[in-house]
């Protein structure tokens, strides 16, 4: 299994930044995420986190995305949907979200996704 770096890009799309390392299992989600195609984009790093599931290795999922669009929002959901179902059957996952101290919004969004996936997530202020 190989590891997916991708550089973020920022032009009239922007792809977040993404750290996947099959070794330690620590998957990372960074920048911001405003695609047109994000099916293109998050399909297969969904496909990526399910054959990494079948290794039965912990997961540490970190996100720090500063803003997302409202497609990039369901594929977050898709995966917090496959942390959830992986840790229901015996899982290790551990999924931290950073957020800007002042950004109101995105804690809101964040306790949205709790609810929603029914994931713990750790919240963690940006200092």
């Known amino acids: 299994m190989n590891d997916i770096h991708i550089i973020a890009v920022r032009g009239i799309y922007i792809a977040p930044a993404v750290d996947f390392y099959a070794s330690t299992g620590v998957c990372t989600l960074e920048g911001e995420s405003f695609l047109e195609e994000t099916s293109n984009f998050y399909a297969p790093l969904l496909d990526w986190l ?3 599931i079948e290794t039965k290795n912990p997961i540490t999922f970190n996100i720090r995305l500063t803003y997302f669009n409202t497609s ?24 931290n979200w950073y957020y800007l101290p002042d950004d109101i919004d995105m804690s809101e969004e964040i306790d949205d996704y709790i609810v929603d996936s029914g994931v713990s997530i750790n919240k963690i202020v940006i200092e």
């Open 72 to 95: 990039t929002s369901k594929w977050i959901l898709n995966i917090l949907h496959t942390l959830k179902l992986y840790s229901n059957n015996g899982g290790t996952v551990k999924v």
């Open 50 to 52: 399910n054959d990494y």
